[in-house]
């Protein structure tokens, strides 16, 4: 009776198979080349063993995966690569100045919307600045309340000023018989009014705040209503400080004296021999 070929399978003894049949013998574990029993070792089950066996279907497995170990590595390995050469790439770009420098799409903007400068008046001086003195003053002013802690009601201030006087002597106020001289042109007397202290010129530059104490109620009053004039007394003291120091550094009899060589070196070279420059008495 003929057999089914699905049916067919080795049987012991037997010198022939099934050309038709679908199932082999069951292969586990990984292949690995083997000079071994005719140049390869499967490492699973012995093959001449499961030879003749009967197949039984529950014995199915996967098809056989062979892996690859080191890819993973080797793929990794590529990646940084490329991105180590992609920077590199860019920052050599960048130090030749062939690649655009990258900006904060979050950085601040300053927008000046002042109107133009507005000239008032025009006015000619005759004056000579015969001399300058640059000065520091340190400003600590405190505004506060009786029984009050200065946690809760505080105001202190310390502000470094520096700032620069000129005296100067002006010559548009020499009125008539200031200046006197021989009939041969050789002696000439002048009278000059005395030196006159320029108003205080703040360096802005230079000037700042080191140090700035408010109390609670202060600190809640300015985020309610603040107060854009508050720094202007501390400027105004300042300058006053900064011409009070400069009346009593000597600064006039300086001028006077550098005036007196100018006018000396000037009338010289003018053909006079003899030359006298009075200022009024302090």
């Known amino acids: 009776m003929a057999r089914n070929d699905k049916d067919a399978a080795f ?3 037997s010198a022939s198979v099934s050309p038709r ?6 292969i586990t574990g990984p292949v690995s080349a083997s000079p071994a029993k005719g140049g390869r070792d499967w490492e699973g089950p012995d093959l001449d063993a499961e030879i003749g066996k ?3 279907p529950d014995r199915r ?5 062979v892996e690859r170990r080191g890819g993973a590595m080797r793929g990794l390995f590529w990646l940084v690569a490329t991105l180590g050469l ?4 860019v920052l050599g770009a960048r130090a030749v100045g062939f690649w655009p420098s990258l900006q904060n799409p979050f950085g601040g903007k300053t927008t000046d919307r002042s109107g133009p400068a507005l000239l008032k008046s025009v006015q000619d001086l005759n004056q000579f600045v015969a001399a300058e003195g640059n000065f520091q003053v340190i400003v600590d002013v405190q505004h506060d309340r009786k029984y009050i802690p200065d946690f809760l009601v505080n105001d202190r201030i310390l502000f470094v000023a520096n700032g620069s006087v000129e005296v100067y002597v002006d010559f548009s106020s020499i009125g008539q018989g200031a200046v006197k001289e021989s009939d041969d042109r050789r002696t000439v007397e002048i009278t000059l009014p005395a030196p006159a202290l320029r108003p205080v010129r703040l360096d802005n530059d230079k000037s700042y705040v080191y140090q700035e104490d408010r109390g609670v109620f202060d600190r809640i009053g300015d985020a309610l209503k ?18 009070d120091a400069a009346k009593d550094a000597g600064l006039q009899k300086r001028a006077q004296d550098n005036t007196r060589a100018m006018l000396n070196q000037f009338l010289t070279a003018l053909g006079y021999t003899s030359i006298t420059v009075n200022f009024p008495s302090p």
Request: hydrophobic share 35%.
């Open 86 to 89: 992609v920077v590199a790439l």
């Open 21 to 26: 049949t679908a199932e082999y013998p069951e």
């Open 61 to 65: 497995q996967a098809p056989i995966v």
């Open 54 to 56: 009967p197949i039984d």
């Open 226 to 243: 603040g107060d854009p004039n508050r720094m202007q007394a501390v400027y105004k003291l300042s300058e006053q400080k900064i011409s």
């Open 11 to 13: 049987e012991p003894g």
